[in-house]
């Protein structure tokens, strides 16, 4: 629920002709208001335009194009670049520099260069792709990161690190990275082993395209065992599974892997009865930490036994292991889940420079220093030593920097309101062609375009300049530009823009209805939907509460309220429909605003099921919730909760931990199961 696509945020259309005056700037040659004011109550031409592409209707798209350049029309860029990129595969370089020309400094511009270079790279057009690589600005694509590589190699260069790592970071499969991997391979630039490791390690992370292109270069035989493996992992196991040789250790570790995705003892069984021997010391710590890891993810208590068998075998180890960041991520959180603090720091201390510098693990880290330094004046400098890192953290606009410092016993005061915004500054922004056209494609309905034309406008922009575009998005209730371009200012902190309370008096009437406290509310509706009233997720979710139909259907029979699938999107229903659910899901897990909001975003059932077991401290239950949106979405509507008391000024504005609670466990035998649905509303 808290990834939410489809049509949002729309400007009303009779505001849009300042936006096509200013628009003038981004244009080939001058625009008058006579000839573009027709265009601002017909954006059919562009949605139509946009279908086609859709459709891939190129003698349309070509029409429409024509249309489009001949009126001048605000948003031709976009036509042009749907209809461009529709051929774009056997068109040649200089009518790609044209369609630059006509259109300098803009998203189309970036956004086609990008579709080029990866055309290029796959026409091994080097001498090209090296001259528009080198004006390419966003550079956010790591396909093209790998074909530009390809490109150095081809040079003559030697790009092996670079190139290695980028292929082993690389998610899911794609031709680039592939060819990369490929061409360096022949060159023996890349040994087989780096081959076997880009398998594990698309194995673990769950990307078949990615095992079976790795597989591929392995050769046949190698594609058909893990095809095997992947159908039947046990049954490989069990009868395909041999010794001798470094393929055979391989596949078995890949076999082992997939066993534990499903059952992690049987795994742990099958290594520790013949396979942690057989197996070179260097897998067989791989397996057992990959058995750890699915452990963890399913909050079993065994998986720090796991990891630990994991680690004194890499102790045996001279090279440097190459876990990959979540496993050892899970290595920490179920050592903290057992309290087992130092097997938590030597997880930590194997994390890479960036994960160790994440707030995250610099926050557990200082947690357990404080846990496992000696009693006395033999263990104060590693307790001071926690402190100051906790004292660097701190801060009221994060998770980990409100816990920090709650720690230490601090009281967190707001930052102070930046100084306002100029007339100078207002109009600069209310002038930028792209941030203009990004508001017009929102207005029409392609949200998804003109959010990411809008992010590209705003890169570089200064603290205030970045305050003055989220104010126009603000003052155009384009909630979610509001809020997230605010947050990329560094120094000036303007809550009012980051925090916005819109619908204010509705939303604190219902809450104060349902007894449900609505900084609370609040902070879930600006994790949910920015506060965006059509916000749609792909699931299926609606409106500024995200709520499924079939959870508005239970809720309102729940509450005695009429219910019809066009209601989702009224503003009314769906506060009161929202509120009213996470009133019944709040009641249901005894007032715990973490477990709530876990199984708002996750399901009830969920977080019902991770809170078996053994009581634990609050902050290390959210830590172990198993999926990673799921995790982040708690902390950042605790957070978010927080700040909204201050903000609206409750008199009684509870802690960030007041919010978390001290502890998570087991519902207590008297406490009866409350009124939440069996569904997930996700």
């Known amino acids: 629920m808290a990834v939410y696509e489809g049509v949002l945020g729309r400007v009303a259309l009779a505001g849009l002709g300042a936006l096509v005056l200013s628009l003038g700037a981004g244009l080939p040659s001058p625009l008058h208001a006579q000839t573009l004011m027709p265009q601002v109550s017909q954006p059919e031409l562009i949605t139509e335009a946009h279908e086609a592409q859709r459709k891939k209707d190129r003698k349309r798209l070509a029409a429409l194009n024509q249309v489009a350049q001949a009126q001048r029309h605000p948003l031709a860029p976009w036509v042009d670049y749907w209809e461009l990129g529709l051929r774009l595969y056997e068109v040649s370089q200089p009518e790609v520099n044209a369609f630059y020309a006509r259109w300098p400094g803009t998203y189309v511009e970036d956004r086609l260069r990008n579709d080029w270079l990866l055309e290029l790279g796959r026409r091994r057009d080097w001498a090209n792709f090296t001259v528009d690589h080198a004006r390419y600005q966003m ?42 991997a490929k061409t ?21 992370a769950l990307k078949p395209r990615a095992a079976k292109q790795a597989a591929a270069l392995l050769g046949k035989p190698i594609e058909l065992h893990l095809a095997d493996i992947q159908d039947k992992p046990l049954r490989y196991m069990t009868r395909k599974a041999k010794t001798g ?69 890499a102790g045996k180890l001279k090279s440097p292991l190459e876990w990959s960041d979540e496993t050892l991520a899970w290595a920490a959180r179920s050592a903290l889940r057992s309290g087992r603090w130092h097997q938590s720091l030597r997880a930590m201390d194997l994390m890479n420079a960036n994960e160790q510098r994440d707030a995250t693990w610099q926050y557990w880290r200082a947690r357990a220093q404080l846990a496992t330094a000696a009693e006395g004046a033999p263990g104060e400098p590693l307790r001071q030593e926690a402190r100051n890192t906790l004292q660097s953290l701190a801060s009221p606009l994060s998770f980990y920097g409100r816990l920090a410092a709650e720690d230490l016993g601090q009281s967190l005061s707001l930052p102070a309101a930046p100084s306002p915004l100029g007339n100078a500054e207002r109009k600069q922004a209310q002038a930028h062609p792209g941030l203009n056209s990004a508001l017009m494609m929102i207005a029409i309905g392609l949200r998804n375009e003109g959010v990411r034309e809008w992010n590209y406008a705003l890169r570089g922009m200064s603290d205030r300049e970045l305050r003055a575009a989220a104010q126009e998005a603000c003052e155009r209730e384009i909630w979610d530009r509001c809020i997230n371009s605010s947050e990329r200012s560094k120094q000036e902190i303007d809550l009012a823009q980051r925090f916005p309370t819109p619908h204010r008096q509705a939303l604190l009437s219902q809450a104060r209805e349902t007894g449900i406290d609505p900084a609370y509310v609040y902070g879930l509706i600006r994790q949910e939907s920015r506060f965006v009233m059509d916000a749609r997720s792909h699931v299926g979710a609606s409106g500024l509460m995200q709520v499924m139909p079939a959870t508005a259907r239970w809720t309102a029979k729940k509450i005695g309220a009429e219910f019809k699938p ?70 950042k509507v605790l957070t978010n909760a927080t700040l909204y008391g201050q903000l609206l000024g409750q008199e009684s504005s509870k802690s960030l931990r007041q919010r978390l609670g001290r502890s998570i466990g087991p519902r207590e035998a008297n406490v009866p199961t409350g009124n939440a649905p069996p569904g997930d509303n996700s």
């Open 566 to 635: 066009e209601f989702m999107t009224d503003r009314d229903f769906n506060i009161r429909i929202g509120t009213s659910y996470l009133k019944l899901v709040l009641d249901d897990f005894e007032g715990s605003m973490a477990m709530a909001a876990a199984a708002y975003n996750a399901g009830p059932g969920r977080p019902r099921r991770w809170r078996e077991g053994a009581s634990l401290d609050a902050a290390i239950w959210v830590e172990n919730v198993p999926f990673n949106e799921t995790r982040d979405y708690v902390k």
């Open 245 to 313: 040789g470094r393929t055979h250790s391989e596949l078995a570790t890949v076999a082992l892997m997939r066993v534990a995705a499903t059952e992690p003892s049987d795994a742990a069984e099958l290594l520790a009865t013949r396979w942690e021997k057989e197996l070179p010391t260097e897998l067989a710590a791989w397996a057992w930490a990959q058995v750890g890891r699915q452990a963890a993810f399913k909050l079993q208590p065994e998986a720090s036994d796991y990891y630990e068998r994991a680690f004194k075998l």
């Open 139 to 180: 550079r956010d694509d790591r396909e093209v990161v790998c074909y530009a590589l390809m490109a150095e190699q081809a040079s003559g260069r030697n790009v092996r690190e670079a190139a290695r790592s980028a292929w082993l970071g690389q998610r899911d499969g794609d031709e680039g990275c592939n060819a990369l």
């Open 184 to 204: 360096l391979l022949e060159a023996k630039q890349l040994s087989t082993e780096d081959v076997w490791l880009k398998l594990r390690l698309s194995v673990e």
